[in-house]
């Protein structure tokens, strides 16, 4: 790793870090002592203008992309290389908690601001990102910004939010543009890598008593739609015989589900599968349930496996459908494949931790994320910090104060290697 001596002693200002935390958290703040922080909601649009506000006060340019993407760029000294990115989401799911997306936009700002306290020129300009609307929204998308900027996003500007407002009206809003999304993916400047700092959300570090650890890739991800056909009819009158009952049928699926990982991906004990959504019709006490629309979520880090499991899952549903006379329609709703981060920045990244003495296996992300995407424009990698108990998208949510001024740390020598090293002058190829 090209770090000087000098560089491996930097240290971020650890109360600063946590205090801007605790500020952060009053964005969207619960009663419960998280927060609820969904995209372009109130809150949203407030940490968005907080955010900008300390990065132009740190004498950052920022600037808002057609996605409401939030970037404060650090010019570096040759204006040709390509920039080096980190960051996260400021976004949260509704009664989220505090560390989700915004421990790496708010690690990202230290860093920037142990740069600018140093006044350490950088021959790369480094770009602090907080990306638009990353968590799962009811209008029809996640990880909007990242999808954006990779020119993968949905054509989703005409739905609703829940205040009634459009997704092209709500984007507008927050300083983006639905009609320039397309030229924004086209025209994007040249990146050198992508740097994400996240909260683990599962209990691997706690278990193995690290508090940081370098990601791998990220998980693959299908889910199906399943709807099971039955007949409503009279809860008395219909002879047991007689019945087609679509809950039935979904509750014979749903008991088997969880059964397929153990069945069909064994290699890998990471892989899970899940039904999280139900939907009864008409869902009244006294008619038979005619139909069910229910979802499944199949993750593992293994192509090969998720597939198994996704024809697993397919099978089950068609199983339960005979079994009870009624009928299955299945649809492929999403069919993500497994990502591995780049070979380049996983080895900066996995050096920087070990200096830290927090050296260690790589970690698979079970979690979809923002890298993702970036993955497909630039080489990404990301680093997990420990969570108490791997509780996640809940008001518990927590992170010991001295784990998140480490991952800090680690972002800002990350950052400092990546920018000393000839492997990244020119933009970055992803490799998957
Ligand atoms: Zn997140």
Do not use: K
Not at 144 to 156: E, H, K, N, Q, T
Not at 167 to 191: I, K
Not at 317 to 324: H, V
Not at 409 to 424: E, G, Q, T
């Amino acid at each position: 790793m090209s770090l000087s001596r000098a560089d491996r002693g930097l240290r971020v200002d650890a109360a600063r870090l946590w205090r801007t935390l605790d500020e952060y958290a009053r964005y969207g703040a619960t009663a419960a002592g998280g927060v609820s922080r969904p995209v372009f909601s109130p809150p949203d649009l407030a940490i968005r203008r907080r955010f900008s506000d300390d990065c132009r006060a740190l004498g950052l340019d920022v600037s808002v992309d057609a996605a409401a993407n939030v970037f404060c760029a650090r010019p570096g000294s040759d204006r040709t290389l390509p920039r080096i990115l980190i960051g996260s989401h400021l976004d949260s799911v509704p009664d989220g908690g505090r560390y989700d997306g915004a421990l790496g936009v708010v690690c990202g700002l230290e860093v920037m601001r142990t740069l600018v306290e140093l006044d350490r020129a950088t021959r790369h300009t480094i770009d602090l990102v907080s990306l638009t609307g990353e968590e799962a929204t009811s209008f029809g998308t996640s990880t909007f910004g990242s999808r954006a900027l990779a020119g993968r996003l949905p054509d989703v500007s005409d739905n609703a939010l829940p205040d009634g407002w459009t997704v092209r009206q709500a984007l507008h809003d927050a300083g983006g543009e639905w009609d320039d999304l397309h030229a924004m993916s086209t025209a994007r400047e040249p990146l050198a890598c992508f740097l994400e700092a996240h909260i683990e959300q599962g209990t691997r570090l706690e278990a193995t008593g690290r508090a940081l650890a370098p990601v791998s890739g990220v998980c693959g991800i299908y889910r199906h739609r399943i709807v099971f056909h039955g007949t409503p009819g009279h809860i008395g009158t219909t002879s047991m015989s007689e019945r087609r009952d679509a809950l039935r049928a979904a509750a014979l699926f749903i008991l088997a589900v969880p059964a397929l990982p153990a069945a069909v991906a064994a290699a890998d004990p990471s892989a899970t599968a899940t039904v999280g959504y139900l939907n009864v019709t008409p869902n009244s006490p006294n008619v038979i349930p005619g139909r069910v629309t229910l979802v499944t979520d199949l993750r593992s880090a293994d192509a090969t496996l998720l597939a198994a499991l996704a024809e697993g899952a397919a099978a089950e549903a068609r199983r339960a459908a005979r079994d009870t006379g009624t009928e299955v329609e299945i649809t492929t709703m999403l069919d993500q494949g497994p990502v591995v981060f780049d070979a380049r920045v996983r080895i900066v990244m996995a050096a920087v931790l070990e200096d830290l003495g927090e050296g260690g296996t790589e970690l698979t992300s079970q979690a979809g994320h923002d890298a993702v995407h970036l993955g497909a424009l630039a080489p990404a990698a990301m680093l997990f910090v420990r969570c108490r108990g791997g509780v996640s998208h809940n008001p518990d949510e927590s992170v010991q104060p001295a784990d998140a001024a480490l991952a800090a740390d680690a972002l800002l020598r990350a950052v400092l290697a990546i920018d000393a090293s000839p492997d990244f002058d020119a933009p970055g190829v992803p490799l998957s």
